[in-house]
């Protein structure tokens, strides 16, 4: 460990060096999220390919930095890297967040072998050092792949170990990482607090991982679901036509699920006070469909299409994409509500690209964890949600070092502002 | 009570009688399901409405029964009605069992209104004496209807208690009723056992009801979902167009899942040992869509049609409705036994029209109990089990003799062979 600062608790700067794989230390002295960068407001976007903005700075690291991360998931490959910032004037580098289509992983390698042949001038190291350390199940099915195409070292790390060690990173050394989300205040940072185990890690993306992290190396899936991120996609593709996650968030921000979803007022006419439903409780999601179409049917069988796109002219694409937001959230929250309860669990992480920083969907998973515990418990979200195994994966492959890492991470829990 | 033979625990006979609204009383002993009637093997159906077949033969019962029960929920309109036998050589009657779209609520009270003309042929009352016992949302949205249109007495009784009335007589009197599914054993009669409380009742309708029973009397809805059987027909039949349950159903059994869903081989090319998933386990229901219209529009964007169809020239009608229906069951079983655990109940009933005696779907609830449990839980279904809560509404308005029939209840477990 290079920097020998002391670290007072709960201030933004962070003092210790991690030790990279190719035994180089990452200096995260001074880290901060770049916010002022243009490419953080309006991220660069072309097909297939999302640069995520809010790189993390990394103002004193100089040194060479020879290797970069991918996690490799079932519908997108996230990958990290480093990029010295010469003409910067604290000099430094910082992380760089970049996603690909896992359909595509073909533009993923290109972009990798790139940053192998502009290493030099990156990272300042020669383009034979750069390692590639992957994980997530692409670093199994799509490894000899890798190997081939890139002709440099692949080092692959277990996928829930990353998310664990990328979350622990979050949580403790970026500041104004972690959020809590309410209506009134969408991002209120979290405060550092000294008991960080245990928690549960909700990682949405394709499906859903739940993991009970008791340790910096104690972890456990205590379960999941398949409706995660890629159900909503799917169906929403489907039903709608729409082939982006932006657009289909974006036409739920204008939908109304009520125009679709069966409401408790929709059966009662009324609250159902006596078990505390109230009318405008959603009893069934896609509900109103059934009466609706039956009805539409009974009235004119013309109208009805053959392949089920009536569906179409009763009903609106963004309702049902509202719906299925909500829907797809919050079971999700109501699940890890359960899981943290037959785990006894307070803080929940929510973390994977499904939740993209939309504030519907954070909204949705805070509230069902308010609901459900009667505020008991909070949800706690991250500005790089999806990055987490990537980052873990980044910070992960320094075996000679990690006991050591450790022990400095026990004396300077420093998230928050 | 006019019976006074013992009754042996475990035997299929039936000795008490209940109590009807008009003090009439239903004498149910020796009560069984009517298997060998032409209308429980394929129920007549038409438009709207759908003859149940499985009625339920009251021998011994002679009197007027001057009540029918009708639970009015989202979609369907569940009636339940007595009808004598005069031309049986034991005489006696039988519970009848038909349901209507609530959508199309006319055609029900039409029905009613017939049952309460021919009321002394059916039941030896005069028409006058009809009255309905409606519990559901239906027995308030629709109150005022039901009172003008029938011209009869309207008495409400609450959902949940009902549902609780219905479960416990249908556990504890009627034979053959409660199995358990496995796929070498699909149904296997519950045994009889003294200790029926405490249980949670999970109510697969348009959505999802769970509810811990402590007691005849003590009970708590202790959460749901609303991802439920109006969810599987709302997406499936705007996905396919299909517009009946059954034909929905139909297309499940021809499907195969993995056409749609992505599994962790998917992802990994393998099991992920480390962590206990198989290849073959669901990672993201309708995950794999993402993908596949992905490189569908990488390879030509003019196949792709502007509405969202192209779906149904890339995935089968019949794997959307068997990835759609295994999502739900599995959510809802998984649900279920997060709150079995929460709240300390070791059986699990499941009712409720969403499952309609399907084999797939009794399986998965099965399976996700066991999974989940690790073998130390049961699903239990019922044959009934769409008119659990018509046949409570049937049986609860009694308040006169309502404690004697409790009171018998704890020396007649009889349900089992």
Redesign the interface.
């Known amino acids: 460990m290079s920097s020998t600062d002391p670290t007072p608790v709960r201030t933004p700067r962070l003092e210790q060096a991690i030790t990279n794989p190719g035994s180089v230390k990452i200096n995260v002295k001074g880290a901060f999220i770049v916010d002022d960068d243009p490419r953080s407001k309006s991220p660069v976007r072309t097909d297939?390919v999302h640069y995520e903005g809010h790189d993390i700075r990394l103002p004193h690291h100089t040194g060479v930095v020879s290797h970069v991360a991918v996690d490799i998931?079932?519908?997108l490959a996230k990958l990290v890297y480093f990029t010295r910032e010469l003409d910067s004037p604290d000099n430094g580098g910082r992380l760089n967040f970049i996603n690909f289509?896992?359909?595509?992983i073909d533009l993923c390698l290109e972009f990798i072998k790139q940053l192998k042949e502009e290493h030099q001038g990156l990272n300042g190291g020669t383009k034979d050092e750069l390692c590639v350390v992957a994980t997530?199940?692409?670093a199994?099915?799509?490894y000899d792949k890798l190997k081939e195409t890139l002709n440099v070292d692949i080092m692959r790390e277990?996928?829930?170990e990353c998310l664990i060690t990328g979350l622990d990173f979050f949580i403790t050394e970026i500041p104004n990482e972690i959020f809590t989300y309410s209506e009134t205040e969408p991002m209120q940072f979290a405060e550092a607090r000294p008991d960080v185990y245990p928690y549960l890690l909700v990682n949405i993306?394709?499906?859903v991982s739940m993991i009970k992290v008791s340790g910096p190396k104690q972890f456990e899936?205590v379960?999941g679901?398949?409706?995660?991120?890629?159900?909503f996609?799917?169906?929403m593709?489907?039903?709608?036509?729409?082939?982006t996650f932006d657009d289909m968030l974006a036409m739920a921000d204008r939908g109304d699920n009520s125009g679709?979803?069966?409401l408790?007022g929709?059966?009662?006419?009324?609250d159902?006070g006596?078990?505390g439903l109230k009318s405008t409780a959603?009893?069934?999601?896609?509900?109103?469909?059934?009466?609706?179409?039956?009805?539409a049917?009974?009235e004119s069988d013309d109208d009805?299409?053959?392949?089920?796109?009536?569906?179409?002219t009763i009903?609106k694409h963004e309702d049902?994409s509202r719906s299925l937001l909500y829907?797809i959230s919050?079971?999700i929250g109501?699940?890890a509500y359960?899981?943290s309860?037959?785990h006894q669990v307070k803080h929940i992480y929510f973390g994977g690209s499904f939740i993209r920083g939309h504030r519907q969907t954070m909204n949705t998973l805070s509230y069902a964890i308010r609901f459900?515990s009667k505020g008991e418990k909070q949800a706690y979200f991250l500005r790089h949600e999806g990055y987490i195994g990537a980052v873990g994966a980044f910070l992960r492959r320094k075996p000679a070092n990690w006991g050591r890492r450790n022990s400095v991470d026990e004396h300077t829990p420093a998230n928050g502002i």
Do not use: C
């Open positions: 297939g998931g079932g519908s289509e896992t359909g595509r997530g199940g692409g199994y099915k799509y277990d996928e829930m993306g394709s499906g899936r379960g679901t398949h409706l995660g991120g890629g159900t996609w799917g169906i593709s489907m039903l709608t036509g729409a082939r679709v979803d069966m408790v929709d059966i009662y006419g009324m159902y006596k078990i959603i009893a069934s999601t896609f509900g109103k469909v059934f009466r609706l179409k039956n009805a049917q009974h009805i299409q053959p392949n089920g796109t009536n569906g179409d009903f049902m829907a919050n079971n109501q699940i359960l899981q309860e037959k459900w």
